[in-house]
């Protein structure tokens, strides 16, 4: 809850606050209350490293395991668990290919500030490696 | 000050139709919404803007929809603000 009321707002049209349903789910089932634990886990990970969460919860919601993502992008077990712990950064080769498996395109943005008008901002798709 | 607070239509069978559905969904589906309504309608102060998009859009004057994404689904949670003069500008109906 943040700030908000938990009391019923009465009878009529309204119905019961949303938070005190989720709170009703949670109590309920077990497999919900280690859905909110893994979350809640991406949520403070997203604080530190938005890539790092962003992975862990895209692979999360497709139902993958680290190993499976590992294979497919053909990188490590290891690897794959550190760049979700936020304790290392991919290049953009193998970034490319990871957030492949997870359905996704790499693109590339970058920003500049201009004095007194909205910042500037390009975004492409991330190069390919030259070919050997 | 006041904040708001997202809360369920209640239809004339007393049914809360968005409540039903999400009960229905696979738990991971069910936190996903529960908590992207915790963190973008409960708790912001009554003035503040709605969420931008592609956290919630306007569909049509009051009428705005969450855009929720999980895996490959995207769910449209709809929800509005206080229709009338004289409604509690606190609570959004989803």
């Known amino acids: ?132 | 000050m006041p904040w708001t607070q997202a809360i369920y239509y209640r239809d004339a069978t007393n049914v809360e139709p968005v409540d039903a559905f999400i009960e229905a969904l696979p738990k991971k589906r069910a936190v996903k919404i529960d908590e992207f309504i915790e963190e973008h309608l409960n708790g912001q102060p009554i003035e503040a803007p709605p969420p931008e998009f592609p956290i919630s859009s306007q569909i049509e004057g009051e009428l705005r929809e969450l855009r929720v994404r999980f895996a490959r689904t995207r769910y449209r949670i709809l929800y509005a603000t206080p229709l009338r003069a004289g409604d509690d500008p606190r609570y959004l109906s989803i």
Request: hydrophobic share 35%; proline share 8%.
């Open chain 1, 1 to 132: 809850m943040s700030g908000n009321e938990n009391s019923s707002p009465g009878p009529g049209p309204r119905g019961r606050p949303v938070a005190a349903a989720a709170h009703s789910r949670s109590q309920r089932s077990e497999e919900y209350r280690e859905a909110q634990t893994e979350y809640a886990a991406i949520r403070e990970l997203r604080k530190r490293n938005w890539l790092a969460a962003h992975i862990r919860e895209r692979r999360y919601e497709l139902e993958l395991t680290q190993r499976e993502v590992a294979q497919q992008a053909g990188t490590s077990h290891s690897f794959i668990s550190r760049v979700e712990a936020g304790d290392h950064i991919p290049t953009i080769p193998v970034l490319k290919r990871i957030l492949a498996v997870l359905d996704e395109e790499l693109l590339i943005g970058v920003e500049r500030q201009v004095p007194d008008e909205e910042p500037e901002r390009e975004v492409a798709p991330a190069p390919e490696p030259a070919a050997a």
